[in-house]
C-alpha cells in the first residue's frame, strides 16, 4: 500500500470564520443605533392661558424710534441728522426708546451696523426691527 505521509491538521482550520458573523453584527448595532428614538430636547415653558394673563407693558404699543444709517453712513435718529456715532449715542442715552426701526441703506457700512447693535444691546433695547423696504420719503 502506498504510505502518505502523515500531516497534523492544524487547528486554525477547524475553527469557523467569524468575519460575517462580525459583519452581520455590526450591521445590525448601526441598524438600531440608527432607528433608536431620540429624546427631543424641550424647555418647559410657563405661558399665559388667556390674555388676561398678559401684563400692561406687553398689551400697550411700543412707541416706535426710527434710527436711519445712509450709504455714507450718516447718522439719523428721530429724524434728525446726528454728527457720528457719539452723537447718536448721546441720543439714545438721553431718550432710550422702547422699540427701534432700523432703516439702512443697502451699502451702507457693516461696522457701523454692527456697532449699533452692540449699542442697542447694552442699552437694553430688546425690540428692534430692520426695515427692509423703504417707507415713505427718506429724506425726514
Do not use: N, Y
Amino acid at each position: 500500500m502506498i504510505g502518505l505521509p502523515h500531516r497534523a491538521v492544524p487547528s486554525a482550520s477547524l475553527l469557523p470564520d467569524l468575519t460575517p458573523l462580525l459583519d452581520v453584527i455590526f450591521i445590525v448595532l448601526v441598524f438600531f443605533l440608527l432607528t433608536a428614538q431620540q429624546p427631543l430636547l424641550e424647555l418647559p415653558l410657563d405661558l399665559p392661558k388667556s390674555s388676561a394673563g398678559l401684563s400692561a407693558v406687553s398689551q400697550a404699543p411700543a412707541e416706535r424710534m426710527v434710527i436711519r444709517l445712509d450709504e455714507q453712513g450718516v447718522w439719523r435718529f428721530a429724524g434728525q441728522p446726528q454728527a457720528d456715532f457719539q452723537h447718536l449715542q448721546d441720543a439714545l442715552q438721553a431718550k432710550p426708546p422702547q422699540a427701534v426701526d432700523l432703516a439702512l441703506h443697502r451699502h451702507a457700512p457693516l461696522e457701523k451696523f454692527l456697532q449699533l447693535l452692540a449699542l442697542l444691546q447694552t442699552l437694553g433695547i430688546d425690540d428692534t426691527q430692520i426695515l427692509m423696504e423703504a417707507q415713505g420719503d427718506q429724506a425726514d
